[in-house]
């Protein structure tokens, strides 16, 4: 997919560009609007779209999309527009953890990378009738917002993960359980976290709403500087959660880390995707294109 | 364990950098804040115990370093450590009037009887010693003691005492030990103010091997047109009668007979007219006394002239001192110096090669023949010797040899400038002695002022300018003394130094044209044997006699109790001692090379630790 989007589409979804805009609200539309311009230029095209009306044709809209059997009927140019059903309910959790506030040499902190991730969704979902929901949560839900298709949700939605603000310790597995329970109908539910706590809750979480009938897609958003350790020099690495403090060489303990974490990445897919559960890790220094094809690869199994 | 300079081990403080550098090195680790810190937990706690170790590690091999430098340093000896064994040296007398009949065989039986004595763990040395002292075993066991005793003979060298008490301390380092000297104790063997001084450490147990009863032995031989004269010494206490022998490259040419009484020394006439070349040698029959000393041997080639050219201005008195000087040289014939003069104008006719040494008193009317003939006869081998009067022109002297500007022009002097040798024991002033102070009163007036590149000073003067300065070109030697010899710029032809100082220097500087045809044991140049006899040496391959020290024929002997008494014991008790002692210590054991070693290791290890 990445290969597919040009320099000129990225822009627009490249996370120091997005950080620079002003509210929720527009770093979502604009997002989307990029992924969306990328994705019409890709092999991807009308992926999980369906008709939706047709629009006189504008001066930059795509000659693809003009029907030409209307044309000769009418002798006027007129362009197919697309759009989903509107049946589907998605639910947004937001990991607000303290750990989600870290920001190390990217643009934006997990939580932002996050927060932004799931407005885009939102703001896709919205232009798409579906009615989305979000809960914030660390250890327990600090922040829910039912899921909802009205006019002006979408701007409440957006309001509220603008203000999302980093908590306390992270324990992903009893909200994930809490709202399990809560749910009444098969939803898609979409989990942003960096799940870097201990791996058997949050899957017995997620195994637990999969088991309820939702479709889930789990996006484990980690920083650049998590993935790849590039501290130098003896330090003490103090934990943003728990204040626990282990001091090592980064030169000495490179290797090791990244073998925990690759063991950890390894875990969380293959008992995930075993579960029929997307799992998809995220960099926030990376553009969010790849996190929405996700999405929507997502939505299509649910369709 | 005892330290010679404590203050060293202040360096020890040092060890202070790497404990605040490890304890700053701690405090440089940051807190940095991170989410997978349970993820670093894993496997980092453990490392982190192994990086506390090994920064311990690192921590203590830096201050061991540190500490083992600054012992090192402080030169660390152990004062008792060699109490626990003694010592025991026993020195054997070698020279050759222990080769008497029975006399050497006596000594062994003395010296390994010392040896035997030598109680359990008790090391043992042993010295052989005539004018010179050998360690023939090394402080060890008596068994291996006895083995070198045993294949130890005596030589053909007189007995010198002096050095056996030097080597005995030497090989004592400051530690108590027994020296048993074993000689025949000829009186000969001390010189004349010889008082030789050992340790009060070293308890000293004299054993007489027995002097010969009697000892004949020919003490030099001399020559007339028509005769030998034989000087023949009796060390006996009885008139002794014989036959005096006379050969000629191995066949007897003529016997006489002789008297001579008791403790004397008479001169025996031969009747025999000695040819002009061959060897002869004059014996005569002691089966008492020691058998190198029966005869002497003579070359009766020609000794070739040692001659020195004088290079004068021509007008008086240039040169006249000199000549002088080296006309007063009497004794034998070698030592004979046969003195020519020229002018500098004339030298270029001169044939240099039929004289040893040049005198340059004068440089004027020098041309350029004179001068390539100059340089060429030193770098042949010749010698030189420039006086720096006011005859003699610096920058003439210069180009000849294509030297840089080394002299300056001239000095006035103060009235008080003397001559004060750098080094007393150069040969030219070796021959002084004590009395090198006489050089002090001579008083120069102008000397020429010298920059000493390229040269060796020898002598200077007291208002430090350099005096006798030496150096060499090709292979002569030459020497540049920095005022006159013709008393125009100093008065030193009028003291009585001026004489030997003069006929040093001029020996040492034809030094390469040796022509003595007589040596004594041991003096003898390269290619000479160890032992009496006539050899062949030299690229002229000219004979020499070789023969032993006719004192060592003087085999009076002394008694035990006087021949201790020569010995002036020195008290290690007091300071000066006491640190010599020390210095000996540490220098013997050298625990500082352990030290140093033990750094080498320590920094080996803090740096594989570090790359750990």
């Known amino acids: 997919m990445a290969q597919a989007s040009t320099s000129r589409d990225l822009r627009f979804l490249d996370p120091a560009v997005i950080a620079r805009l002003g509210t929720m609200e527009l770093k979502a539309r604009t997002v989307v609007e990029g992924f969306l311009s990328g994705l019409h230029r890709s092999p991807f095209k009308g992926f999980s779209v369906e008709f939706a009306e047709y629009r006189q044709y504008l001066p930059g809209d795509d000659l693809s999309t003009l029907d030409w059997k209307v044309y000769a009927r009418t002798d006027r140019h007129y362009v197919k527009k697309f759009e989903e059903e509107t049946n589907l309910e998605c639910h947004l959790l937001v990991d607000v953890s303290a750990s989600m506030d870290y920001r190390g040499s990217a643009p934006m902190s997990k939580l932002e990378y996050g927060s932004v991730l799931a407005g885009s969704l939102a703001f896709l979902m919205n232009r798409q009738r579906d009615a989305t929901g979000l809960i914030a949560f660390d250890d327990r839900i600090a922040f829910r917002m039912p899921a909802s298709a009205r006019p002006g949700h979408l701007h409440a939605l957006l309001l509220a993960l603008e203000q999302l603000r980093p908590g306390e310790r992270s324990d992903v597995g009893r909200p994930l359980h809490q709202l399990a329970e809560a749910l009444v109908k098969r939803s898609l539910v979409v989990l942003i976290s960096d799940l870097l706590d201990d791996p058997e809750p949050a899957i017995k979480g997620l195994r637990h709403l999969k088991f309820r009938g939702s479709d889930v897609v789990v996006f484990q958003v980690l920083d650049p500087h998590e993935l790849t350790f590039p501290f130098r020099g003896p330090s003490r690495f103090r934990d943003v959660e728990s204040a626990d403090e282990v001091t090592a060489d980064p030169a000495s303990v490179r290797t090791a880390y990244l073998r925990e974490l690759a063991g950890l990445t390894l875990r969380y897919d293959r008992e995930l995707r075993g579960a029929g559960i997307d799992y998809v890790q995220l960099d926030t220094s990376q553009p969010l294109d790849f996190a929405l094809l996700s999405y929507l690869s997502a939505r299509a199994r649910r369709k | 364990m005892n330290f010679l300079f404590p203050a060293f081990l202040l360096g020890g403080l040092a060890i202070a950098v790497p404990i605040v550098l490890h304890f700053l090195r701690r405090d440089v680790a940051p807190p940095v804040p991170f989410t997978a810190v349970r993820l670093l937990r894993k496997s980092p706690v453990a490392r982190s115990k192994r990086r506390r170790l090994r920064d311990l590690l690192l921590l203590a091999a830096r201050v061991a370093a540190l500490l083992l430098l600054a012992a090192a340093f402080a030169r660390p000896y152990v004062a008792g450590a060699a109490r626990g064994t003694t010592l025991r040296i026993v020195a054997i007398d070698r020279s050759y009037s222990m080769n008497a009949p029975g006399r050497f065989a006596h000594a062994l039986d003395l010296a390994g009887r010392a040896i035997d004595e030598a109680a359990a763990g008790e090391r043992v040395a042993v010295l052989a010693f005539d004018d010179h ?70 308890s000293l147990d004299v054993r007489d091997a027995g ?147 040049v005198v340059l008193l004068s440089t004027r009317a020098l041309d350029r023949r004179g001068r390539e003939s100059i340089a060429g006869f030193v770098r042949a081998g010749g010698g ?80 430090g300018n350099p005096a006798l300065l030496e150096r060499r070109e090709g292979s002569g030697r030459i020497v540049l003394f920095a005022s006159d010899l013709d008393r125009q710029w100093n008065d030193f032809p009028l003291h009585p130094a001026f004489v030997p100082f003069v006929i040093e220097t001029i020996r040492y500087v034809s030094a390469p044209h040796d022509r003595a045809r007589d040596y004594i044991v ?26 032993v020290d006719p004192r060592e024929g003087v085999t009076t002997g002394m008694a035990r109790q006087e021949f201790a008494e020569r010995v002036e014991r020195v008290d290690t008790t007091n300071s000066s001692s006491g640190d010599a002692r020390a210095v000996h210590l540490e220098a013997r054991q050298s625990y500082w090379r352990y030290g140093l070693l033990l750094m080498l290791v320590a920094l080996v290890a803090e740096s594989f630790v570090g790359r750990a």
């Open chain 2, 133 to 202: 002292v050998d360690t023939i075993a090394a402080p060890g066991s008596a068994t291996s003691a006895r083995t070198t005793l045993a294949a130890t003979a005596p030589g053909f060298a007189a007995t010198r005492y002096s050095e056996v008490f030097t080597k005995a301390a030497e090989i004592a380092a400051g530690d108590e030990a027994r020296l048993i000297i074993v000689s025949d104790l000829q009186r000969s063997g001390w010189d004349a103010e010889d008082r030789s001084v050992l340790p009060a450490g070293i």
């Open chain 2, 211 to 357: 002097t010969a009863p009697s000892n004949l032995s020919v003490v030099s031989v001399a020559r007339t047109p028509d005769r030998v004269i034989a000087a023949v010494r009796n060390s006996g206490s009885t008139r002794r009668t014989g036959q005096i022998r006379v050969e000629h490259d191995g066949r007897i040419a003529q016997t006489s007979t002789y008297t001579i009484a008791p403790d004397s020394t008479a001169d025996v006439p031969i009747l025999y007219r000695p040819p002009s070349s061959g060897t002869m040698t004059v014996s005569i029959d002691d089966p008492d006394g020691p058998p190198a000393d029966n005869s002497r041997f003579v070359v009766l080639d020609a000794v070739p002239s040692n001659s020195v050219l004088l290079v004068t201005s021509g007008a008086n008195p240039s040169g006249y001192y000199l000549a002088r000087a080296l006309a007063a040289i009497g004794g034998p014939e070698a030592d004979q110096i046969d003195v020519g003069t020229s002018t500098a104008a004339a030298l270029a006719d001169d044939n240099l090669t039929k004289y040893s040494a």
């Open chain 2, 384 to 463: 030189l010797l420039i006086a720096g009067s006011p005859e003699v022109e610096a920058a003439v002297v210069a180009a000849v040899f294509n030297w840089g500007t080394s002299t300056t022009g001239t000095i006035e002097m103060p009235a008080a400038v003397a001559l004060s040798p750098t080094d007393p024991r150069h040969p030219v002033f070796r021959p002084f002695g004590s009395l090198s102070a006489n050089l002090g009163q001579v008083r120069f007036a102008r000397a020429w002022r010298v920059t000493p590149d390229g040269w060796d000073v020898v002598a200077r003067f007291t208002d």
């Open chain 2, 522 to 547: 041991g003096t003898a140049p390269a290619g000479a044997g160890s032992r009496p006899g006539v050899y062949r040496v030299g690229p002229d391959n000219r004979s020499i006699a070789v023969n």
